[in-house]
């Protein structure tokens, strides 16, 4: 007995594929059966054409030639035919084909439907039996898990003990540094007041903004218990030097900003045509607190600079800024009366209200601008920076 092979029948995709692959040779043959009928139709149409042309000519060379031109258009006709005749052919085997195909694709999907169906059933089984050994390993473990649910109770509530217990800790803890907040300050009250004025181009008056401010501080009552350190033309490098060495409560900045950005000078000589360092809220925010004693207060006098408050509040409680543009002269009286406040030992939200007042009452169309923010469990209207005592 010789070698077999075992014939595979084929898939319903390769079938598909070659059905196909024969739609698109019937569609060409089609086609060229198409093309080669327009081409006999038009040379049958020559020949007779000059047939005629030859029944009327008078001259036998002319008759003559007419004759041999149609004789040549009935030969080409003639191949022409022969050509439909043959595609035509090809037309009826791959038609042939193709209802062969489609008999074997339907042959093909109802075994693979029998399969699919053998497999289906195959799997549920093996489902089944998984299923019933699942639930059996479920009922034996359940001893177990009742078990270790008990030690998770008594892990939990030894937990929740301790949790409890340095929630309470925490607790006192904030409540005793919140209440050291409000308390006024022994000391004297130190302010960082840094002014830029980077952009040539855009010019502000923050000399005559920080002698206004000096000038209603020392007017006011606790004028002793204030010290201002101004760095003009500021940088970010002068920023974190005077924190360093002159530990501010409050830390103010006038000069150009916007939503995204605070403009600092860049330490050059001349005026050229810098537009200044800027710098972005986080950064300025990383600045403010990377020394061990952060500032309590911190005063961007600077356009839409409120944008910005929300993000510098952390280590730092009180947070003021403008919530659009403001003009230079509105700037400058807002600075004036809310320094001036302070150092009359009011509270800071009362800074505000007063400096917002003062602009009003003046005809200033800013005064809505300044924006005071603070961490959650400080209240502003509650914190004095300065006192008498």
Same mark, same amino acid.
């Given at each position: ?10 898939t319903?995709a390769?079938i598909?594929?070659?059905l196909a ?11 060229k ?14 020949a007779d054409s000059?047939?005629?042309? &030859?029944?009327?000519?008078?001259? %036998?060379?002319? +008759? =003559?030639?007419? *004759? $041999?031109?149609?004789?040549?258009? @009935? !030969?080409? #006709? ?10 035509s052919?090809?037309?009826a ?17 109802k ?23 699942? &639930?059996?390993?479920?009922?034996? %473990?359940?001893? +177990? =898990?009742?078990q *270790? $649910?008990?030690?998770?109770?008594? @892990? !939990?509530? #030894? ?10 800790e ?9 209440a050291?907040?409000?308390?006024p ?5 130190r302010?960082?007041?840094a002014?830029?004025?980077?952009d ?7 000399d ?7 000038? &209603?501080?020392?007017a006011?009552?606790h ?5 201002? *350190? ?5 940088t970010p490098?002068?920023v974190?030097d005077?924190?360093i ?6 830390v ?7 939503e995204?950005?605070l403009?600092f ?5 001349g ?6 360092k ?11 607190e990377?020394?061990?004693e ?13 944008a910005?408050?929300?993000?510098l509040?952390?280590?730092?409680s ?15 009286v ?11 030992g ?8 007063t ?9 200033l169309?800013?005064?809505d ?5 603070a ?7 509650d ?5 008498g005592?």
């Amino acid at each position: 007995m010789g070698p077999f092979s075992i014939q595979l029948m084929p898939t319903t995709a390769q079938i598909q594929q070659k059905l196909a692959a024969l739609y698109t040779k019937r569609a060409d043959i089609e086609t060229k059966i198409g093309t080669a009928q327009g081409k006999k139709a038009k040379k049958d149409a020559e020949a007779d054409s000059k047939m005629a042309s &030859a029944a009327k000519a008078s001259i %036998d060379s002319s +008759r =003559r030639s007419y *004759e $041999r031109q149609a004789q040549s258009a @009935r !030969r080409d #006709a003639l191949r022409e035919s022969n050509k439909i005749a043959s595609l035509s052919k090809d037309l009826a085997k791959v038609a042939g084909d193709i209802g062969s195909q489609q008999k074997a694709l339907t042959v093909a999907e109802k075994s693979e439907t029998a399969a699919a169906k053998r497999e289906s059933d195959k799997a549920r089984r093996v489902r089944e039996a998984d299923q019933r050994k699942e &639930a059996q390993a479920r009922k034996a %473990d359940e001893r +177990r =898990r009742q078990q *270790e $649910r008990l030690e998770d109770e008594r @892990r !939990r509530e #030894a937990d929740q003990a301790a949790t409890t217990a340095r929630i309470a800790e925490t607790e006192q803890r904030l409540s005793a540094e919140i209440a050291s907040l409000h308390e006024p300050k022994a000391e004297q009250l130190r302010i960082l007041y840094a002014t830029a004025a980077a952009d040539k181009q855009d010019p502000l008056r923050v000399d005559q903004e920080i002698r206004r401010v000096k000038a &209603a501080v020392k007017a006011a009552t606790h004028r002793d218990l204030v010290i201002i *350190e101004h760095l003009p033309a500021a940088t970010p490098t002068d920023v974190l030097d005077t924190l360093i060495s002159f530990r501010p409560h409050v830390v103010h900045f006038s000069g150009h900003a916007n939503e995204t950005v605070l403009v600092f000078d860049e330490g050059t000589d001349g005026y050229g045509s810098s537009k200044g360092k800027r710098i972005g809220p986080d950064v300025f925010k990383e600045l403010l607190e990377s020394t061990d004693e952060a500032p309590l207060l911190v005063v961007l006098n600077a356009c839409k600079s409120a944008a910005q408050l929300d993000l510098l509040l952390g280590k730092v409680s009180m947070a003021v800024g403008m919530d659009d543009s403001i003009h230079d002269v509105d700037a400058i009286v807002f600075a004036a009366r809310f320094y001036s406040t302070l150092a009359e030992g009011q509270s800071v939200n009362a800074a505000l209200t007063t400096a917002c007042f003062e602009m009003k009452m003046n005809g200033l169309s800013d005064h809505d601008l300044p924006t005071l923010r603070a961490v959650d469990g400080v209240d502003p209207a509650d914190v004095r920076l300065i006192t008498g005592e």
